[in-house]
């Protein structure tokens, strides 16, 4: 069972780019590494999923280095919008099989402001 | 498309009382999740059902119960509440891509 370590808490002023590294020194060969964001009073909201090197949508990109054993969330030009708890996940979800793969630990709570 | 669909939102009970939350969601997912969060807390797997017919237990299962009534609802039981079940609880389900959908959440106060 992956175990995940990441800062607790990060701060950041409006239009930097925020980088959240996540440790997840247990990583088995099939698991996959999957970001998720949550607002107050909201449930989690996926960002972004990958296995190696580097994955980008429109709103992050995910990297991690061929040992897979940490991996880096990068938010390019954060806005006040984005300050949320950030989950790093560890474990694969492929076809259904999580279970109790599914560790979300306390997050990493990311504070932009103005 | 509603995804994925809690009831209700909130919820008082006694200790003692019994209740039943009820999830459902429209994405033709096969495995759905029930989490709990507590106050400055990460989210904490109670129940899980990989497919329609089976349930497996999480992290903190004790004081729940579960059923996977049908491939779109999930129902999380409590038998007798106790105020450490006060929190906020999630459901969740995913399919095949892995990306998990949650719900709105209930609030549950147990005084």
């Known amino acids: 069972l992956a175990k995940t370590t990441q800062p607790i808490s990060m701060d950041s002023y409006e239009g930097q780019e925020v980088n959240i590294t996540c440790s997840h020194n247990?990583?088995?060969?099939?698991?996959?590494i999957t970001w998720y964001q949550q607002f107050p009073s909201q449930g989690p909201r996926f960002i972004i999923q990958g296995y190696k090197t580097k994955v980008t949508n429109e709103v992050a990109s995910l990297f991690i280095p061929a040992d897979r054993k940490s991996s880096t969330l990068s938010l390019p030009r954060v806005s006040l919008s984005d300050t949320a708890v950030y989950y790093c996940?560890?474990?694969?979800?492929?076809?259904?099989?999580?279970?109790?793969?599914?560790?979300f630990g306390k997050g990493t709570t990311l504070s932009v402001s103005s | 498309n509603a995804g994925v669909t809690q009831t209700p939102k909130f919820q008082v009970l006694k200790t003692g009382q019994s209740m039943t939350l009820q999830c459902a969601q429209d994405?033709?997912?096969?495995?759905m999740y029930w989490y709990r969060q507590d106050p400055g807390m990460g989210l904490r797997l109670i129940y899980y059902?990989?497919?329609?017919?089976?349930?497996d237990k999480g992290e903190v299962p004790n004081g729940y119960n579960v059923s996977r009534l049908n491939k779109r609802e999930f129902s999380l039981r409590l038998e007798s509440a106790a105020p450490s079940q006060t929190s906020v609880y999630f459901c969740a389900s995913n399919g095949q891509d892995a990306e998990q959908y949650f719900g709105p959440g209930t609030r549950l106060t147990v005084t």
């Open positions: 059902s990989a497919s329609e017919g089976t349930t």
């Open positions: 996940l560890v474990g694969d979800m492929r076809g259904g099989q999580a279970g109790t793969a599914l560790i």
């Open positions: 994405m033709n997912h096969n495995s």
């Open positions: 247990n990583i088995a060969t099939n698991d996959y």
